[in-house]
């Protein structure tokens, strides 16, 4: 039983970890176009190449149901939003945390008991 547990917590952390890098390489990548488009040099066949792609990857995004704001792929310059974005980011995360924290609460025992000491007295009460 130990043993199931401990490969169900590494396959999880290999995902989680797998999620993490994949998402840093699409960010890189979108950085990248954002460079390519604010270029002089650019031609405009390179720019609708460039915006299909993002509009076809942004139809399977919520075609997956995956329309989350931070994995946004239609970002136009680079300039927009990175200080938005960061303070966004930060928002979600601690989000996030607080959310975890708020389930492994409700697993404890004192939680359980605090919900039947609560429900009886409301009942006491009535």
Do not use: P
């Not at 130990?2 to 840093?24: A, D, E, Q, R, Y």
């Not at 390519?36 to 405009?44: K, N, Q």
């Not at 303070?87 to 996030?96: G, H, P, T």
């Not at 975890?100 to 429900?119: D, E, G, P, Q, Y």
Request: with cysteine; net charge positive.
């Amino acid at each position: 039983m130990l043993h199931l547990k401990k490969k169900s917590i590494s396959t999880l952390t290999s995902k989680k970890t797998l999620f993490c890098h994949n998402f840093s390489y699409v960010e890189w990548i979108c950085r990248a176009e954002d460079l390519v488009l604010a270029e002089d040099r650019t031609t405009e066949d390179d720019r609708k190449l460039i915006m299909e792609a993002r509009q076809k990857a942004a139809e399977k995004m919520k075609k997956f149901g995956n329309n989350n704001k931070n994995d946004s792929v239609e970002t136009n310059s680079l300039d927009d939003g990175d200080s938005k974005h960061g303070n966004n980011k930060q928002f979600w995360r601690s989000e996030k945390r607080f959310r975890f924290f708020v389930r492994k609460l409700c697993k404890t025992a004192a939680w359980f008991w605090f919900v039947i000491v609560l429900v009886k007295t409301s009942l006491l009460s009535s």
